[in-house]
Structure formats: structure tokens, C-alpha cells
């Protein structure tokens, strides 16, 4: 049986931007400390699971 793997979405409070996991093939989590938002710039702390 397939395991089934669950994928997040966070959104950039600052400029409205979506992270899906399933669509950057990378959890959130595992990105770099210094990852920024590519539309703002802002940093990860700026980000809200949705």
C-alpha cells in the first residue's frame, strides 16, 4: 500500500504569497533559515500555515 504523504500550504502575511509544498517539492520546514518569500522578500518567520 502507497503511504500517503501530506503536503502544507503556507501563506506570506506580508504580501499574500503561497507556498505549496506539493507544487516546490520541498516541505517548508526543510527549507534554509535564510529561505525569503520570492515576491516580498520578507523572511520564514513571516509565513502562516494555512
Known sequence: MKEEIHMEK???VVCG???DEAVEG???EDQPADYVCPI???GKD???KM
Open 10 to 12: 503556507y501563506v506570506c
Open 46 to 48: 513571516q509565513f502562516e
Open 17 to 19: 504569497w503561497v507556498y
Open 26 to 28: 520541498v516541505k517548508f
Open 40 to 42: 516580498c522578500g520578507v
